[in-house]
């Protein structure tokens, strides 16, 4: 199976404060903090844990490849003709075209472009950088995402079996284990994608936001799940 969030593990994360910097409590969690560079030379801080849980679910609500993720700016969103919407607007990094993608703004991705953004010029990089100005590795925040999701309680069991050469599974890897067992940075596109099939969205559309060109590479993202098998048996006959 393909793992993703469901809608309620992403607000999970998101309505989860007690390891922000704002939270007299948030050195029972971890000790390590992030400075984001303002204008004027000012300075704000959060913890680790709060900006690599920020971008999490930012990434789920656009859809975007963590190296895109890391290196967007406040100018990638952009305001429709009358203002009355918005839109997340890069060119995937990946791509062998620069394909540019366009993703509504939500709720979600709003509030966290609007913590980020205050006090910063439109060429300022959306999300904090390290001290020698480099974007946060993938590696790191990998590193910390098992332990976010275990302080959230991301307990859903899941299973990511194993296969040997031959195309077996590898004996003891099919036993479901917790969620937060298998976070990475890949589980944003695989969630925003089920999100959008959720709700029904059209794949072209779909494919359009998330920046694939084949649905045979599309489909990867995600798998038919037993709610859907359920709904669809009881069709038959």
């Given at each position: 199976?393909?793992?993703?969030l469901?809608?309620e593990?992403?607000l999970?994360?998101?309505?989860?404060?007690?390891?922000n910097f704002?939270s007299?409590n948030?050195?029972?969690?971890?000790?390590v903090?992030?400075?984001?560079?303002?204008?004027?030379?000012k300075?704000?801080?959060?913890?680790n844990?709060?900006?690599y849980?920020?971008?999490?679910?930012f990434?789920?609500?656009?859809?975007c490849?963590?190296?895109?993720?890391v290196n967007?700016k406040?100018?990638?969103?952009?305001f429709s003709?009358?203002?009355?919407?918005?839109?997340?607007v890069?060119?995937?990094?990946?791509?062998r075209?620069?394909?540019?993608v366009?993703v509504?703004i939500n709720n979600?991705?709003?509030?966290?472009?609007?913590?980020?953004s205050?006090n910063?010029?439109?060429t300022?990089?959306?999300?904090?950088?390290?001290?020698?100005?480099?974007p946060?590795?993938n590696?790191k925040?990998?590193?910390?995402?098992?332990?976010?999701g275990?302080?959230?309680?991301?307990k859903?069991?899941?299973?990511?079996?194993?296969f040997?050469?031959?195309?077996?599974?590898?004996?003891?890897?099919?036993?479901?284990?917790?969620l937060?067992d298998l976070l990475?940075?890949?589980i944003?596109?695989r969630?925003?994608?089920?999100?959008?099939i959720?709700n029904?969205?059209?794949?072209?559309t779909?494919?359009?936001m998330?920046?694939?060109?084949?649905?045979?590479?599309?489909?990867?993202y995600?798998s038919?799940?037993?709610k859907?098998l359920?709904?669809?048996?009881?069709?038959?006959?």
């Amino acid at each position: 199976d393909v793992i993703y969030l469901l809608r309620e593990e992403v607000l999970k994360l998101y309505q989860f404060t007690k390891f922000n910097f704002t939270s007299p409590n948030y050195s029972k969690y971890t000790n390590v903090v992030i400075t984001d560079k303002l204008k004027n030379y000012k300075v704000r801080t959060y913890t680790n844990y709060e900006v690599y849980r920020d971008m999490i679910v930012f990434g789920c609500g656009v859809g975007c490849r963590y190296g895109d993720l890391v290196n967007l700016k406040l100018d990638n969103y952009q305001f429709s003709k009358d203002r009355t919407k918005g839109f997340f607007v890069f060119r995937m990094s990946k791509s062998r075209v620069g394909k540019q993608v366009k993703v509504p703004i939500n709720n979600l991705t709003f509030n966290i472009w609007k913590k980020y953004s205050k006090n910063k010029r439109r060429t300022d990089y959306l999300f904090p950088r390290t001290k020698t100005g480099n974007p946060i590795s993938n590696q790191k925040i990998n590193k910390h995402l098992k332990t976010i999701g275990e302080i959230v309680e991301l307990k859903r069991l899941v299973s990511n079996p194993k296969f040997n050469i031959e195309g077996k599974i590898v004996n003891g890897t099919d036993t479901r284990v917790p969620l937060y067992d298998l976070l990475t940075s890949h589980i944003i596109r695989r969630t925003f994608i089920r999100e959008g099939i959720e709700n029904n969205i059209p794949t072209h559309t779909l494919m359009s936001m998330s920046g694939h060109t084949t649905e045979k590479v599309f489909r990867k993202y995600f798998s038919t799940t037993t709610k859907e098998l359920d709904e669809g048996g009881k069709k038959m006959f």
